[in-house]
DNA sequence: CCGTATCCGATCCGATACTG
DNA sequence: CAGTATCGGATCGGATACGG
């Protein structure tokens, strides 16, 4: 996801930043602290390395987040939220709640899950 | 965009309710009570009939906004937030700040415009 | 004024294999 | 452990035309 050259509309630019499916996800997953790369492949449920590298790597060049690479064997890198990605994480946890609220709730439970009425 | 059967983190459904260019847009547009299409249609810019009336109905299938048609010639719609799209309003807003505040840094802005000289 | 349908290129994302 | 490359199906989104 490069960031385009211009933008007529601000929520433009913030949408394409955490645009794709996994970038919310790791914002969340940056919010205690630093995380290596392993450590997030164990903690996002079905992502693949591809996908989280690559993720990783635009939340990077839009400043999001950064690491710190430790040289030596094994290799460990560690991903951080920026003060920008701070700030995203106040939307994202937004975001989780609302999130929670419609796993919760009857209504959208229901229509979440199609009327599935076995199991 | 319908949501999915099963999710196994909030964040990925929610992430789903605005996922699309203009969701973001749309909701930022109703913060201020209701809209028609039309309105909605001279207000966002680049947007084409399609995508608008697209991403209405599929904000309107997740619940984060609702309509109100008014019988009679003209045609007469209007589109607004419901409670939920209300508590999507709050990230948005950070979303907004976000973007403002990356169209109007240097770091940034010289990033978003990718090293431009001419002009 | 509001809504639907179709076509088609662009992008996304998962699987898989390979490298330092 | 961390990162790159390629391929192919699925989805997204713009243009355009038509309908109530």
């Excluded at 993720?55 to 990077?60: A, D, G, I, K, S």
Aim: charge should be positive; proline fraction near 3%.
């Amino acid at each position: 996801m490069k960031l385009r050259k211009h933008y007529t509309c601000p929520l433009e630019l913030a949408h394409d930043l955490i645009k794709g499916k996994w970038k919310t996800i790791i914002i969340f997953q940056l919010r205690h602290g630093k995380r290596s790369f392993s450590e997030l492949m164990r903690e996002i449920k079905g992502i693949t390395q591809k996908m989280l590298l690559e993720h990783l790597r635009e939340l990077r060049e839009v400043g999001l987040i950064d690491k710190k690479s430790y040289p030596g064997y094994p290799l460990k890198v560690d991903y951080f939220l920026t003060p920008r990605g701070e700030k995203m994480l106040e939307a994202v946890n937004i975001l989780q709640d609302i999130g929670i609220s419609y796993l919760t709730e009857q209504e959208f439970s229901g229509f979440a899950v199609e009327k599935r009425t076995e199991d």
